[in-house]
């Protein structure tokens, strides 16, 4: 499971990338997150992505696996029922 979210995260990610500038700064945060040790600068960075997120489908998709990434498990459980949201509306 874990490789099958990173493969269609990466993609998801490229389609972020070239959709928006704002969904480019909010994936840059969340991506950002793995590197980030302290955990309330990770709630800082995690804010301040959603803030500017477009809430895409891809954008949900990449919030999952980097908040899987990150081991937050029930977050990225949360992004994935976002993103279905998103798909099917």
Partial sequence: MTMV???VSLSAAFSVLMASPLGAQSLALMLALSFLTDPAQRETY????????ACTFPEA???AN???SIG??????RWLTIAITLLVT
């Avoid at 995690?46 to 997120?53: C, D, E, G």
């Avoid at 937050?72 to 459980?77: S, V, Y």
């Fill in 46 to 53: 995690h804010a301040r992505a959603v803030t500017v997120m």
């Fill in 5 to 7: 979210l990173f493969r």
């Fill in 66 to 68: 980097a908040t899987h």
């Fill in 61 to 63: 998709l990449a919030f």
């Fill in 72 to 77: 937050d498990d029930a977050e990225a459980q």
